[in-house]
């Protein structure tokens, strides 16, 4: 994760781009390997699992209290354990999924849910963690991942301020390793629902933040960066297929437009210093200045009637024009001719 630890100790400064692999992959490891080469493809910097089982993550219960509600467009019908089941990277695929990602250049890391997925990780060779909104509560997770030695990075869907005032205080010996993304936890997200004016308050925090992005075009990650962001998040699925999370992504070419307009709208933040830029010097001289309108002799008025400001920059800047006026030529000036500010 060389380029992520740089970019969260403030080493680089660009956008730092994942394309999160989650349920999309279906079940079918094939498919998890085709949404990395999609990654590649798209220009993302990596490709980010998630590491749970149904299990550790829920009970598999009937319960109505366990029951997504029918209301839900997306998983609604199902229990919790039913969709954490379905959702599931089998921990079997993890090591050769992340070769397959490091062999294409792919910077890779994951979702742990749970202590034991932290370790799970570690003992994998993971060299970064994320938290999902999720857990933003789930203080021993992240106490025990305050302690590890890898980057973190926090996402804060649904936290109150004061949640994530705790979370923040939990990782503050570790600003200069661990990211906070602002999320909205809702699939598909609204524009009405993205709030990124919140954006503002999280940066205040002082670590490097982000922007995971449940929207379904680059709006909001556009106005992120616009407001500090650097790690995005947004999920990729494959062209043409229906998966868990395949209404809220997006394929490769959208993927590509995606990261192509984030790396733009970075470009165009630019400087905050008001000065020619390289490609504006080619223009500065078409500027205005003051400019003979008639043949003026030496030693004659000048006056509105032989002076005026007029393009190009030939002459004194128009702020002197006022000053010339009713000084003498102290030689001829011909027509269109620049009038010097230094005459005597």
């Given at each position: 994760?060389r380029?992520l630890?740089?970019?969260l100790?403030?080493e680089l ?6 394309a ?18 999609s ?13 749970f ?7 598999n ?31 079997d695929?993890?090591?050769?999924l992340?070769?397959?990602?490091e ?5 890779v890391?994951?979702?742990?849910y ?7 990780l ?13 857990d ?11 302690g ?20 923040a205080?939990i990782?503050?010996?570790?600003k ?6 602002q ?15 919140r954006?503002r308050?999280?940066?205040?925090y002082?670590?490097v ?11 909001a ?55 020619p ?37 030939l002459?004194?800047k128009p702020?002197?024009f ?7 030529a ?15």
């Amino acid at each position: 994760m060389r380029i992520l630890s740089q970019i969260l100790a403030r080493e680089l400064v660009q956008p730092y781009i994942i394309a999160e692999i989650s349920a999309n992959h279906g079940g079918d490891i094939t498919n998890a390997k085709k949404l990395i080469d999609s990654a590649k493809n798209s220009g993302a910097n990596s490709v980010k699992l998630q590491t749970f089982t149904a299990d550790r993550i829920t009970v598999n219960s009937d319960a109505q209290e366990f029951a997504i509600p029918s209301t839900s467009t997306l998983w609604g019908g199902k229990n919790l354990w039913e969709l954490m089941k379905e959702a599931e990277t089998p921990l079997d695929w993890h090591q050769e999924l992340f070769k397959h990602a490091e062999s294409l250049g792919l910077e890779v890391f994951s979702t742990a849910y749970d202590i034991e997925a932290v370790k799970f990780l570690l003992d994998s060779g993971i060299e970064c963690i994320k938290v999902s909104s999720f857990d933003l509560i789930n203080i021993p997770l992240l106490e025990y991942l305050s302690g590890c030695k890898v980057p973190v990075i926090l996402s804060t869907g649904m936290g109150s301020a004061s949640e994530i005032d705790i979370a923040a205080k939990i990782f503050s010996h570790r600003k200069d390793s661990v990211g906070i993304l602002q999320c909205t936890s809702s699939y598909p997200c609204a524009p009405s629902d993205v709030n990124i004016s919140r954006h503002r308050k999280l940066v205040e925090y002082g670590f490097v933040t982000g922007y995971s992005d449940h929207t379904l075009d680059s709006v909001a990650a556009i106005l992120a960066i616009a407001n500090g962001a650097l790690i995005f998040e947004k999920h990729i699925s494959l062209a043409g297929t229906e998966s868990l999370d395949s209404q809220f992504s997006m394929d490769e070419l959208q993927f590509k437009d995606y990261v192509g307009n984030i790396l733009q709208a970075f470009e165009s933040l630019g400087g905050a210093v008001f000065e020619p830029t390289l490609s504006e010097a080619s223009s500065l001289w078409e500027r205005p200045s003051v400019i003979a309108l008639t043949d003026i002799h030496a030693g004659e008025k000048f006056t509105n009637l032989n002076i005026g400001i007029r393009r190009p920059a030939l002459g004194a800047k128009p702020e002197f024009f006022k000053r010339i006026l009713g000084m003498r030529a102290s030689e001829l000036i011909r027509k269109g001719e620049g009038v010097p500010w230094n005459i005597s």
